[in-house]
T-cell receptor
Framework: KAGVTQTPRYLIKTRGQQVTLSCSPI?????VSWYQQTPGQGLQFLFE???????NKGNFPGRFSGRQFSNSRSEMNVSTLELGDSALYLC?????????????FGPGTRLTVL | AQKVTQAQTEISVVEKEDVTLDCVYE???????LFWYKQPPSGELVFLIR??????QNEISGRYSWNFQKSTSSFNFTITASQVVDSAVYFC??????????FGKGTRLHILP
């Protein structure tokens, strides 16, 4: 069974631009969660989608948004990029909703904002 | 407020030694979940264990074991007979009623050959 895939793996953008990251969950998984990892703040929860609905959201500004499609694939969008958005963005999928189900992580997308 | 503290930023041990990673958490909720994840150099987070607040039994999985003590709000992780492949960053995490997961800052573990 294929694991969680994330595209692209690396991305370089400049301040003010916007970016879209993609996550394909494990086949059959309906929940997708996104996390941001930075050296300063560590790992932080961004949001969770289940059956195309945002079920939960972390403490991030509205510039961070996401969506989930009917095939469970998810995209995360960051608008008006700031230098501080440089991070590793991790996506995780699970069968059921909520964090209580085992989450399987993808390799991440490393975003660099110049 | 909810919080996860991993006081050990970095640990180095020689291969075959046992090593314990500490995790202390804070929450006012009576129902919560605790997790451990491993992040090898490749960057992908690997799920290790999930424990709910009503189950204080210790767990052993091969060389890995976990000690959950509600009295001290700790959920420590021990690797027995460490191997070089255990080198990674290990994260402890907490989730409670709001379903938002909070991670500790992580402990970087170096297993020296």
């Amino acid at each position: 069974k294929a694991g969680v895939t994330q595209t692209p793996r690396y991305l370089i953008k400049t301040r003010g631009q916007q970016v879209t990251l993609s996550c394909s969950p494990i086949s059959g998984h309906r929940s997708v969660s996104w996390y941001q990892q930075t050296p300063g703040q560590g790992l932080q929860f961004l949001f969770e989608y289940f059956s195309e609905t945002q079920r939960n959201k972390g403490n991030f500004p509205g510039r961070f948004s996401g969506r989930q499609f009917s095939n469970s694939r998810s995209e995360m969008n960051v608008s008006t990029l700031e230098l501080g958005d440089s991070a590793l963005y991790l996506c995780a999928s699970s069968l059921g909703q909520g964090m209580t189900d085992t989450q399987y992580f993808g390799p991440g997308t490393r975003l660099t904002v110049l | 407020a909810q919080k996860v503290t991993q006081a050990q930023t970095e640990i180095s041990v020689v291969e075959k030694e046992d090593v314990t990673l500490d995790c202390v958490y804070e929450t006012r909720d009576t129902t919560y979940y605790l997790f451990w994840y491993k992040q090898p150099p490749s960057g992908e987070l690997v799920f290790l264990i999930r424990r709910n607040s009503f189950d204080e039994q210790n767990e052993i999985s091969g060389r890995y074991s976990w000690n959950f003590q509600k009295s001290t709000s700790s959920f420590n992780f021990t690797i027995t007979a460490s191997q070089v492949v255990d080198s990674a960053v290990y994260f402890c995490a907490l989730m409670s009623r709001d379903d938002k997961i909070i991670f500790g800052k992580g402990t970087r573990l170096h297993i020296l050959p």
